[in-house]
């Protein structure tokens, strides 16, 4: 269940110092080969970070045989004095390896603004190289949260005997977002690179893009995936793709359970649209309508939020056939009054709201959370 | 200072017992001529409330003798029966001014989804008829309030002796929004039909458009504007648009100051871009990120969130040479940290943002609020 999972990858997570706390704030997760396949999907923010400029150029020829990753800073907005310490972190992560940064994708995350300790980052590399191990996966996992409140780690396994494993990071986002949204996923299957690349587009596209829990994009955002054919199995591009996005989707719902701040987990689906695009852009409106999460907050099915909100769209769908239900009671039906909104249960965390347009056969759905005082605070009083 | 202001313009604002509370619901605004010309303006919402569908035919040829407006139901989403309900207060109007349903618009403002009390809402028409003064239209302004702590009136006199005077209502809004904004403008300038559109549409779009309290549209919402001459004055439409951008800027800052739990007016100012349009897609990304929203709650001047949300658009710059300044201290400066953040005073309610996109000569400005605990309490508790 940990980004070790897979056969012949290797992790350690460390308390570097760069966290004032001293909580665990350094990891690497290693590819012990036999092959080093790697793809990347990075933040589409244009304010990219220093971490990210260098991972997008280390990543570009499908290669890589680690991922050093930092809490505690995000080296973001720094100049190019910050890009100088991502390419060091990959420099001090490739000697301790014996490979060469170009080999090395940098992840960071933490205050924007500010330059990383390296002396203490130095020290916690080569900590965390002395380190790893097989079983490294949760300590990991553990060493890149920042305002999460529990790491998250997701794994499958297939008939096959290969291995899909993964960690991220991230408690308040966008598609992915500010507080960003770090992910590293791992495989043991054989895949070439344009596969893999091909097949962590998609997967990001079906989870990781449909998880909006504030409409935040962030600066640091980033998802690699590392394979190293270990299994001695090659998968179809479609088996690899529906495992990938199967961890891809547990770790994009764990994330949403733990957002800041939030109360309800939301799950807006849109059916019946004529185009997955169109049910797309409905489920997005509503899913950042700040009144729509406010209402959710307070137990309040209000579907004239959710028409509101879906009437800014560009859908196609005629505005007199449009039914809303929330966890199951079609409260507006077909442009009417529909079922009382009071049989409307509320009682969990989950709560699901389907928009039917009536316009085809498309679905589309979003992961968001309710607006909360919580968010406010943790927003209002951490600066990120 | 009313949108009884300008000549020959009556007004009232009475108690019709629509709203539980027993506060005045029910106003009119009725153009004793000579002339009767009329425009209007309304939501872009494709869930478009019953009122907006009757005062769009009803302002098609250019002219109205009156607006009937109602606090207490917005009467959408209620089917044929609220556009027969719509069609009946133009009605009731009509035949207590004794002119023609047609010359008669309807605005609506309450919850959604709730068909209005027909007999408290003719009983209410026919005392507000009674009632008509010129000096009635700060009554008329606060039979409209529905969330809204003060009512909001505006007036100017030009040199040549033309008024233009408004109301508005509103208090948690987009260009405009949810809580619907409601926005009745009247004047003694002799204008033509094409003159009175052209200018209502130029001065909402430097205005109303880019007032964005929470990013969220209503299906009411509606601005209408009433011109008889009576002045015997043509302005130019360059006067007279110039005018009339006066009153709206004015009633749109009075609706940001009295916006849902906000506690800072917030001026999001985009300088030095290469295009009016980029600059407004910047400062729209901006003031529509609930985490730049909550740092201004927590009167923390954060250029990482606003670099984060102008890194979102596709305006045209160079994320190296941007700089971003908070009530005149440039935090950001050209890509790297500027001046101490600690010196950004926030003592006053008034929030300004410049972000100078050195791309250009454009500039554009969004009026929005800070995200607070009280925002999320109205709209949790508060059903719309």
Chains 1, 2 share one sequence.
Not at 74 to 102: I, K, R
Not at 209 to 224: K, Q
Not at 300 to 314: F, M, Q, Y
Request: with cysteine.
């Amino acid at each position: 269940m940990s980004v070790t999972a897979a056969s012949q990858f290797t992790a350690a997570g460390v308390a570097a110092g760069i966290k004032a706390s001293g909580n665990p704030d350094l990891a690497l997760v290693v590819n012990t080969g036999p092959e080093r396949v790697a793809a990347g999907v990075f933040t589409s923010n244009r304010f990219q970070a220093a971490p990210v400029v260098w991972s997008i150029d280390a990543l570009a020829d499908g290669r890589a045989d680690a991922v050093v990753l930092n809490s505690g800073g995000a080296n973001a907005c720094t100049g190019p004095d910050g890009l100088a310490d991502a390419a060091a972190m990959a420099e001090l992560t490739a000697s301790a390896l014996a490979t060469t940064p170009d080999q090395v994708a940098v992840c960071s995350t933490g205050l924007i603004g500010v330059r990383l300790p390296m002396d203490a980052v130095a020290a916690g590399i080569a900590d965390a190289a002395a380190q790893l191990s097989a079983e490294g996966g949760p300590d990991a996992a553990r060493a890149i949260m920042t305002t999460d409140t529990v790491s998250k780690q997701a794994a499958v396994t297939s008939e096959a005997g290969w291995t899909v494993g993964g960690m991220a990071k991230g408690a308040g986002m966008l598609a992915p977002a500010l507080a960003t949204m770090l992910v590293v996923v791992t495989t043991d299957a054989a895949l070439d690179a344009a596969t893999a690349d091909a097949a962590l587009r998609r997967a990001c596209a079906l989870t990781f893009d449909r998880t909006d829990a504030d409409g935040c994009m962030s600066t640091n955002d980033t998802v690699i995936l590392l394979a190293n054919g270990a299994s001695g199995v090659t998968p179809s591009p479609e088996e690899f793709t529906e495992a990938l996005a199967g961890v891809c989707a547990s770790l994009a719902r764990q994330l949403i359970t733990d957002a800041e701040g939030a109360h309800h987990d939301v799950v807006v689906s849109v059916v019946n649209a004529a185009t997955e695009a169109d049910a797309l852009e409905v489920a997005r409106c509503v899913a950042r309508s700040n009144l729509f999460k406010c209402a959710i907050f307070g137990d309040d099915p209000n579907w004239g939020r959710v028409l509101a909100a879906a009437g800014t769209s560009s859908a196609t769908f005629d505005p007199g056939q449009v039914s809303v239900a929330f966890n199951g009671v079609t409260v507006f039906a077909r442009g009417a009054l529909g079922d009382d909104r009071s049989l409307v249960p509320f009682e969990g965390r989950d709560v699901t709201v389907e928009i039917d347009l009536a316009a085809g056969a498309e679905t589309a759905t979003i992961w968001t959370n309710d607006l909360t005082y919580d968010y406010v605070k943790e927003n209002a009083e951490y600066s990120s």
